[in-house]
């Protein structure tokens, strides 16, 4: 049987549209028939390189990291009563080798041995895949494929980060919660930044009036643009916004050094800062705040099967809203050329 793919040969070049042989599975995979998969920030960053110092990946690769579908084949020594086909799925990243101490409590997207769909030979960007049984969940068929799809890193992430801001005690009633960039990540992490929140007022930065619209619509307290604007300026802002110049818990979206720099620049005392944006390469910031004023600056990867059956669980109750395009297969190449150039409000969805 034969299926369509979008394939990465050479970095810096378009993807190859082709026909490939439809994958073999092992017995305790699942052979998933793709729905829907999100485009991501990352996979652009496949495609230019920028994971390339990191992991030479051996090609060709199949992108694509934010997949749901349908159960297609089960392997046999999959447990009978887990699934069945047909069941709809989302496709949990991260799989580690379940035997080090980080896959023993859980964070398998933090296994020094992970595999990552998307970035090797099975991906999102074909119309199937081999998963572990155990990193698939089952998801009510209710809920739109395309919805699904981006709840699985953009909003998935966001999820954990704010997770370990509440987790910090950084956030609660009287404090003021920076969410800084607002592309397909930040969208999600203003919705749980209020229902994770305990009450803090929420602000978000961004550069671009439209996304900052979103952000608004999505139940941030105040929106500031900080487009063309002095770390003093958005400081001002912010103080006129919510009564005081600084943050006290922050989520970089973004991930770009002017960014980093504004967010660690207004970061309060004993503030914590959690950086999921991947945009920028290096971080320079200036080291005697961070030690006089007791700063926390914390990466957050991803995140683990459980985190992502706490997101399903919030889409299953209709909380999380989403900005949506969705686009066919033929237009990935396109697609990756707008969110390169960052012309994309939301999230872009392929969808089968
Ligand atoms: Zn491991």
């Known amino acids: 049987m034969k299926m369509k793919a979008a394939l990465l040969y050479e970095y810096n070049k378009p993807l190859v549209y082709e026909e490939v042989a439809v994958p073999d599975f092992q017995s305790d995979e699942i052979l998933v028939q793709v729905k829907a998969c999100g485009m991501c920030r990352s996979d652009v960053q496949l495609i230019d390189g920028y994971f390339h110092k990191y992991a030479d990946i051996p090609r060709p690769i199949t992108p694509g990291h934010e997949i749901t579908g349908v159960v297609s084949k089960i392997g046999s020594t999959v447990p009978k009563s887990s699934f069945k086909e047909g069941d709809h799925v989302v496709v949990a990243p991260g799989w580690g080798d379940g035997t ?20 090797g030979p099975y991906g999102g960007f074909a119309e199937y895949l081999p998963v572990p049984a155990r990193y698939l969940i089952k998801v009510g068929k209710n809920l739109k494929f395309e919805e699904l799809a981006p709840l699985t890193d953009a909003g998935l992430t966001t999820y954990r980060g704010i997770k370990k801001l509440r987790d910090s005690g950084a956030l609660g009633p009287d404090r003021v919660m920076g969410v800084f960039g607002v592309g397909g990540l930040g969208a999600y992490a203003v919705q749980y930044a209020k229902l994770l929140g305990s009450g803090a007022t929420v602000v978000a930065f961004a550069r671009n009036s439209e996304k900052l619209a979103v952000a608004k619509e999505y139940g941030a307290d105040h929106i500031i643009n900080i487009k063309g604007k002095s770390q003093e300026d958005v400081a001002k802002e912010l103080k006129s916004a919510t009564g005081q110049s600084e943050v006290d818990a922050a989520i970089d979206c973004a991930g770009a050094q002017e960014m980093v720099q504004l967010a660690t620049g207004i970061l309060g005392i004993s503030g914590h800062y959690v950086d999921v944006g991947l945009v920028g390469d290096r971080i320079d910031i200036p080291l005697f705040p961070r030690v006089h004023r007791e700063q926390t600056i914390q990466g957050s990867f991803w995140g683990n099967n459980n985190d992502l059956s706490e997101v399903m669980a919030l889409a299953a109750h209709g909380k999380i809203r989403h900005t949506i395009k969705t686009f066919g297969f033929e237009e990935i190449n396109k697609q990756i050329d707008l969110l390169r150039s960052g012309e994309i409000i939301g999230r872009g969805v392929l969808k089968f």
Do not use: D, L, M
């Open 100 to 119: 080090c101490r980080h896959c023993q409590i859980g964070n398998t997207q933090i296994c020094a041995n992970v595999r990552w769909p998307g970035f």
